[in-house]
Each structure stands twice: as structure tokens, then as C-alpha cells.
């Protein structure tokens, strides 16, 4: 994959190594020439509703990239914060902006077999549920390394929803959560004016039974 880093490019993934040489190219650049430019608030909109439903630490940025959700956590008062993602690069970035207790690589299409269960306090995560990333498949194993009753926000793609079966699938886990909430969220500011500024993410917050 030799794109340039950017939107398109994230949509348009197609296996593990993409993820990571895109990211790996992108890390030093993220915060700035996306987040920023794109007028980008879904990390708010994510910590926000973790923090609003009673969600406390220790809280795991599942596919933390430079740290932004984490920024967000720690400014409402959550604690203490773990990062992890599959690139270290992106990583690095998260690690330098002080606020998360530690952080750790990890891909979460395999098991997280270093991770025991009930670990967490709660999972949060912005944007690794989108189009060219992942499916509704990691759930069940990021219920598992969350405590009975722990509080799950997760961010999913609305476009990315409806086609990747996420509903389905949320049916499926049945008695494994509980206080399943879904709310339409922006992923951009008002001030946004690009091609892709209502967009839309589904906030789905539940907590592991």
C-alpha cells in the first residue's frame, strides 16, 4: 500500500499490513493534518459518553492511535487510562501526550491472550469500527477482559454499520450485555466543510453482564 496517508485511504483498507503502514506513515502527522484540518470531534463525542453513563477506570482506548480519546478521558476526570493499537508508531504519539497509565500493541483480530479476564473497568474506542477496519468480531472478546457490569462505549462507522452486520450481531450477544444504548452521533464539528462532514458514528454504550 503506497497511498498517501488521509480519509480515503483509511476507508479503503484491506488487511492487517495496510493498516499498519498506513498508520506507521500517518502517526506523526495524524493530530495535525487530519484531526485538526477535518475539524475531527468524535473523541469527545465517545468520552463524553463514556463519562455521562458512569464509566470509570481503569478504562482501555482499544486502537488508541496518538491519544486523542485519551486526552478527552483525562479531561473529564477518568482514570487511570490504558492505550492500546496494532501501530507502534501511532502509539508513540498517544504515549507522549501524558495521560495514559501505560500502552501496549495488540491486534484485536486475534485474542487478547495476555489480557486476563475482567480486567477493565471499561473500554472505550473512536475509531477502529469504520469502513476499511474492522467488523463487529473483536466484541465479544473485549466483554470478556471487562468486569461484570464495566461500562463499553464504542464508536461504529453509521455506513459501517449497516453493512458490516453490527446490529446482528449485537442481537447475538443476547445476555452477555446489558443497558445497550444507541445514539447517532457527528464525527466532525459543525465548522466542518468537507466532503465527508455528516458523517455520521453510531455511540453504542452497554455494559459487560
Same mark, same amino acid.
Given at each position: 500500500?503506497?497511498?498517501?496517508?488521509?480519509?480515503?485511504?483509511?476507508?479503503?483498507?484491506?488487511?492487517?499490513?495496510?493498516?499498519?503502514?498506513?498508520?506507521?506513515?500517518?502517526?506523526?502527522?495524524?493530530?495535525?493534518?487530519?484531526?485538526?484540518?477535518?475539524?475531527?470531534?468524535?473523541?469527545?463525542?465517545?468520552?463524553?459518553?463514556?463519562?455521562?453513563?458512569?464509566?470509570?477506570?481503569?478504562?482501555?482506548?482499544?486502537?488508541?492511535?496518538?491519544?486523542?480519546?485519551?486526552? /478527552?478521558? $483525562? &479531561? #473529564? %476526570?477518568?482514570?487511570?487510562?490504558?492505550? @492500546?493499537?496494532?501501530?507502534?508508531?501511532?502509539?508513540?504519539? *498517544?504515549?507522549?501526550?501524558?495521560?495514559?497509565?501505560?500502552?501496549?500493541?495488540?491486534?484485536?483480530?486475534?485474542?487478547?491472550?495476555?489480557?486476563?479476564?475482567?480486567?477493565?473497568?471499561?473500554?472505550?474506542?473512536?475509531?477502529?469500527?469504520?469502513?476499511?477496519?474492522?467488523?463487529?468480531?473483536?466484541?465479544?472478546?473485549?466483554?470478556?477482559?471487562?468486569?461484570?457490569?464495566?461500562?463499553?462505549?464504542?464508536?461504529?462507522?453509521?455506513?459501517?454499520?449497516?453493512?458490516?452486520?453490527?446490529?446482528? /450481531?449485537? $442481537? &447475538? #450477544? %443476547?445476555?452477555?450485555?446489558?443497558?445497550? @444504548?444507541?445514539?447517532?452521533?457527528?464525527?466532525?464539528?459543525? *465548522?466542518?466543510?468537507?466532503?465527508?462532514?455528516?458523517?455520521?458514528?453510531?455511540?453504542?454504550?452497554?455494559?459487560?453482564?
Amino acid at each position: 500500500m503506497a497511498k498517501k496517508p488521509g480519509l480515503e485511504a483509511a476507508y479503503a483498507l484491506k488487511s492487517t499490513e495496510d493498516v499498519k503502514e498506513l498508520y506507521a506513515a500517518w502517526a506523526g502527522s495524524y493530530d495535525s493534518d487530519f484531526a485538526a484540518q477535518n475539524d475531527y470531534d468524535l473523541h469527545h463525542q465517545v468520552a463524553r459518553g463514556y463519562a455521562d453513563r458512569g464509566g470509570v477506570g481503569p478504562v482501555l482506548d482499544v486502537g488508541a492511535g496518538t491519544g486523542r480519546v485519551g486526552v /478527552a478521558l $483525562a &479531561a #473529564l %476526570g477518568v482514570g487511570p487510562i490504558h492505550g @492500546t493499537d496494532i501501530s507502534g508508531e501511532m502509539l508513540a504519539q *498517544a504515549d507522549a501526550k501524558g495521560c495514559y497509565a501505560s500502552v501496549f500493541v495488540s491486534d484485536i483480530t486475534r485474542p487478547l491472550t495476555d489480557i486476563a479476564d475482567g480486567t477493565y473497568a471499561g473500554i472505550v474506542r473512536a475509531g477502529v469500527f469504520t469502513l476499511g477496519h474492522l467488523g463487529p468480531e473483536p466484541i465479544g472478546e473485549l466483554i470478556r477482559i471487562t468486569q461484570t457490569g464495566g461500562l463499553l462505549a464504542l464508536a461504529v462507522n453509521a455506513t459501517h454499520w449497516e453493512a458490516a452486520g453490527f446490529e446482528d /450481531a449485537f $442481537a &447475538a #450477544l %443476547g445476555a452477555q450485555v446489558t443497558d445497550l @444504548t444507541r445514539t447517532p452521533v457527528s464525527i466532525y464539528t459543525e *465548522a466542518a466543510t468537507h466532503d465527508h462532514a455528516r458523517d455520521q458514528s453510531m455511540l453504542v454504550t452497554f455494559r459487560a453482564a
